[in-house]
């Protein structure tokens, strides 16, 4: 389960990682979706890497959503 985890924030690592480019914001969205399910998949496993990596991913797709004007 770990390593699914892992896979899916890596995924959604690239997403936010293109979604950092100006009107490219949107994709940030995807990251958010696929983090929140590696998130959830990553705390039900023994290790906790998946998770780590899915909160950081997570934190700095809300911060670029945050400061671009996504959240209203």
Excluded: D, H, Q, Y
Aim: charge should be positive; glycine fraction near 16%; aromatic fraction near 8%.
């Amino acid at each position: 389960m770990n390593l699914v985890s892992i896979a899916i924030g890596l995924i959604g690592a690239v997403f936010m990682f293109v979604g950092i480019i100006p009107l490219l914001g949107w994709l940030n969205w995807i990251a958010l979706a696929a983090c929140g399910l590696g998130g959830i998949l990553g705390a039900f496993a023994e290790k906790k890497t998946g998770l780590i990596i899915n909160i950081i991913v997570l934190a700095i797709a809300i911060l670029r959503l945050a400061i671009g004007g996504g959240f209203v």
